[in-house]
């Protein structure tokens, strides 16, 4: 496959993650430090996976790149966001 450029699929693609990840973001989502961090880090990743995606698509190594980094941060933010409840909840005791 040809490198292919295609701006609009990538837009539409990050639109697609981002409009999927919106109602984890609505109003009645917890606030605790720790649940805050975690709907972050789920975003983060969905993002990253599609970068990948269309990374993959378009042969673009930079974007894949882009989107492992990406999904790897959101990795790191869930499980500080766990470590918070962690602790939280032993100070709750």
Same mark, same amino acid.
């Given at each position: 496959?040809?490198?292919?450029?295609?701006?609009?699929?990538?837009?539409?693609?990050?639109?697609?993650?981002?409009?999927?990840?919106?109602?984890?973001?609505?109003?009645? @989502?917890?606030? @605790?430090?720790?649940?805050?961090?975690?709907?972050?880090?789920?975003?983060?990743?969905?993002?990253?996976?599609?970068?990948?995606?269309?990374?993959?698509? @378009?042969?673009?190594?930079?974007?894949?790149?882009?989107?492992? /980094?990406?999904?790897?941060?959101?990795?790191?933010?869930? /499980?500080?966001?766990?470590?918070?409840?962690?602790?939280?909840?032993?100070?709750?005791?």
């Amino acid at each position: 496959m040809s490198s292919i450029r295609i701006p609009a699929l990538r837009c539409a693609l990050l639109g697609l993650v981002l409009a999927t990840a919106a109602p984890a973001l609505a109003d009645d @989502t917890p606030t @605790t430090a720790g649940a805050v961090d975690r709907l972050k880090g789920l975003a983060n990743e969905a993002v990253g996976s599609a970068k990948r995606g269309v990374g993959n698509l @378009t042969e673009d190594e930079a974007l894949k790149a882009e989107g492992r /980094e990406q999904k790897l941060r959101g990795q790191a933010l869930q /499980e500080r966001g766990k470590a918070k409840d962690t602790i939280e909840n032993a100070l709750d005791k």
